[in-house]
């Protein structure tokens, strides 16, 4: 059977939501990563808790700790104040909505006052939002940063096949304009770049569209890509991987795009780690090969990769 995408089929697919409280983060990490600079930096990141976005991309499973009610004034700044108090210092935040931070319904426009009050101690700010909702909000809120600033937007992929029917309504002409108009009013960009996005089942072509999706970003004027494993559990996916049409990638298919990406030395490149074992058959070398991932992440390099049985 083949699937005609829409919102609809995309949400009637779909298990139930996580349960949240509207005054707290669903989520909050301390790490560290390499910055443009070069230095390795402490980042606080918050998972806020809000609306939903309003696309619905056939891969996206960010919809699970959202809400489906416009997130009610005030309710953020709780959030931001509620892991601030729980989080050690560092001179990065990212502010990460699962979404989009300038859609209205999502982060009232009202808080961003106090939003950029709390994180002024900050020296660099990231948060994501759709190339769509590129908008003058953006501008009011950076104006009101003491750091520097930087979105994070979904690219995807530039398969010229395959992007059209994630149902993200861009196009990569969209990226590239999205892009040049925050680097030209002083914003960083850093892209999330798919890795076996639905509808692309060869192994090799998955690596070479990931590596071209990775070229076209960095030409496009981003200052680093987060190269994502692409996974089913969202309901929609589970369906197109039972149809032939999804093939979650191997861990052996990352690890060799994630080298391929950084000997570009095109900018910095990121590899998601999350739920790595589920790409991996293999328990022996699972936590060295994240590990390395770790390791090669922060030092933006390639180091030797694990030995194991399974590989040979
Ligand atoms: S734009 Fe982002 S958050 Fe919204 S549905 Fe697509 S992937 Fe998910
Ligand atoms: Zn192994």
């Not at 892991?83 to 961003?112: C, E, Q, T």
């Not at 009011?140 to 600033?149: A, S």
């Not at 992007?163 to 680097?183: G, R, W």
């Not at 589920?278 to 030797?304: A, E, G, T, V, W």
């Amino acid at each position: 059977m083949k699937f005609e995408i829409s919102n609809q089929l995309v949400e009637s697919l779909r298990p139930d939501k996580a349960e949240l409280d509207i005054n707290k983060p669903y989520l909050f990490l301390h790490e560290h990563e390499v910055q443009k600079s070069g230095k390795v930096e402490a980042v606080n990141t918050i998972f806020l808790t809000n609306k939903e976005c309003p696309f619905k991309c056939v891969m996206c499973d960010l919809w699970r700790h959202t809400t489906d009610e416009p997130t009610p004034e005030g309710a953020i700044v709780h959030q931001i104040e509620y892991a601030l108090d729980r989080l050690p210092d560092a001179s990065v935040i990212k502010l990460y909505n699962s979404g989009n931070f300038f859609d209205g319904k999502a982060i009232p426009v009202s808080d961003y006052r106090a939003i950029s009050g709390l994180i002024s101690p900050y020296d660099h700010v990231i948060v994501e939002n759709h190339p769509k909702l590129t908008g003058p909000y953006i501008r009011e809120f950076k104006d009101q940063l003491n750091g520097t600033f930087e979105i994070a937007m979904g690219l995807e992929t530039i398969h010229p096949y395959v992007l059209p029917k994630l149902n993200k309504q861009i196009t990569t002409d969209l990226f590239k304009k999205s892009t040049d108009h925050l680097n030209e009013i002083g914003i960083d960009v850093r892209a999330f770049i798919l890795l076996n996005p639905p509808f692309l089942t060869d192994e090799s072509e998955n690596i070479e569209w990931c590596l071209r999706s990775v070229e076209f970003a960095f030409e496009a004027g981003v200052t680093a890509c987060s190269i994502i494993p692409t996974r089913a559990g969202n309901g929609i996916m589970d369906k197109l991987q039972e149809n032939g049409d999804f093939v979650p990638p191997r861990l052996e298919a990352l690890e060799a795009v994630f080298e391929q990406a950084l000997k570009l030395k095109k900018g910095r490149v990121f590899c998601d780690v999350w739920d790595l074992e589920k790409f991996s058959d293999c328990d022996k070398c699972i936590d060295q090969r994240k590990d390395r991932i770790d390791k090669m992440n922060l030092i933006q390099n390639i180091i030797p990769n694990i030995e194991c049985s399974c590989r040979t």
